[in-house]
């Protein structure tokens, strides 16, 4: 079994700053990549950042310059720092990774979500 658990979500105030973490734990070979997502109420859920195995990163246009996905290779944990928070980065925010597991097939995994919310 192979779990994701995320933690750092909270309520910021315009302008603030979040880290967002996830460690992975169980049954784990190797992990191939991380995503976050995030979703907000009535939105689809939609990729926001990516880091491959070689450490190659992606980001939506909206959150470039402003997030920075991050991976420790030794803890299997990726985190997400998010500054210059605006009131439109609310959401609940979901790591993925993707894992090859030492019983069982390469898939994705989830993370069950933290909620972020930016408000003044």
């Known amino acids: 079994q192979v779990q994701l658990v995320e933690s750092g979500g909270g309520l910021v105030q315009p302008g603030g700053s979040l880290r967002l973490s996830c460690a992975a734990s169980g049954t784990i070979f190797n992990i191939n990549s991380w995503a976050w997502y995030r979703q907000a109420p009535g939105n689809q859920r939609e990729l926001v950042a990516d880091i491959n195995s070689s450490g190659e990163t992606n980001y939506i246009d909206s959150v470039k310059g402003r997030f920075t996905i991050s991976r420790d290779l030794p803890k299997e944990s990726s985190h997400l720092e998010m500054n210059n928070l605006k009131d439109e980065d609310t959401a609940v925010y979901f790591c993925?990774?993707?894992?090859?597991?030492?019983?069982?097939?390469?898939?994705?995994?989830w993370g069950q979500g933290t909620q972020v919310t930016v408000s003044s």
């Open positions: 993925s990774a993707d894992i090859t597991s030492t019983v069982g097939p390469r898939k994705d995994y």
